[in-house]
Each structure stands twice: as C-alpha cells, then as structure tokens.
C-alpha cells in the first residue's frame, strides 16, 4: 500500500504561479511512476503530468505544455507540480497518483491516489 498525500493548492490569479506537492508513503519502492491528474464537475479526470520514478522521463498533457513542470525528490519520496502562468481553465481539483501504469496518460492505469488538492484560478 501507498498512500499520498497532496497540498498547494488554493486560490490564484490568471497569470500567476503555484506549486503542488505530493508526499508518497508506505510501500514506495513499489512505486514505478508518479502522476497529476486534475478533474472538474463537468469532465472527466484529465492527465496533466507524469514522471518515470528511476529513470525520470517526463511526459505532459497538451494543455499544460511550456507551462507546467513536474518533478521529484527521491529522497522524500516527493513529487511536485510548478504550476506558471496559470489560467481560469485550470481550475480543478488535481491528485496525485502512482503505482505500475502501463500507460501513464490514463488514469485507470494507476494503484494508489490521494485525495485532491483544489486550484481555482480567477480571471
């Protein structure tokens, strides 16, 4: 078992930055990747980042391309999500997942979720 436990989110305006952070604990070396997912009431959950745990590839969703990085810290079993230039379309709650996807776009492929950090970007 893994458990997450994610924060930064909060309230921002169009234009401006914010960091998220996800904390892994329990069984991490079973972690194979990390990921940031985000959903909203009217979508379904969407990817918008993922990391490769000891390799470190990094893969991004088009719609926060040239503006969102992700990256860890192996020693603290963390994942962070720097978040510039944000936008009023990036409005959602955002988790952290991780586990052995196969496919680390799609959330249905990941173990382990934590429980959602909401980011509400006002224009």
């Known amino acids: 078992q893994v458990q997450l436990v994610e924060s930064g989110g909060g309230l921002v305006q169009a234009g401006r930055s914010l960091r998220l952070s996800c904390a892994a604990s329990?069984?991490?070396?079973?972690?194979?990747?990390m990921g940031w997912f985000r959903q909203t009431p009217r979508k379904e959950r969407e990817f918008v980042a993922a990391i490769v745990w000891k390799g470190g590839d990094i893969y991004y969703g088009d719609s926060v391309k040239g503006r969102f990085t992700i990256s860890r810290d192996s020693a603290k079993n963390t994942v962070y999500l720097q978040m510039n230039s944000l936008k009023p379309e990036d409005t959602a709650v955002y988790y952290c997942?991780?586990?052995?996807?196969?496919?680390?776009?799609?959330?249905?492929?990941?173990?382990?979720w934590g429980q959602g950090t909401q980011v509400h970007v006002s224009s």
């Open positions: 329990g069984s991490t070396f079973s972690i194979q990747a």
């Open positions: 997942a991780t586990g052995f996807p196969a496919r680390l776009g799609f959330a249905s492929d990941y173990d382990y």
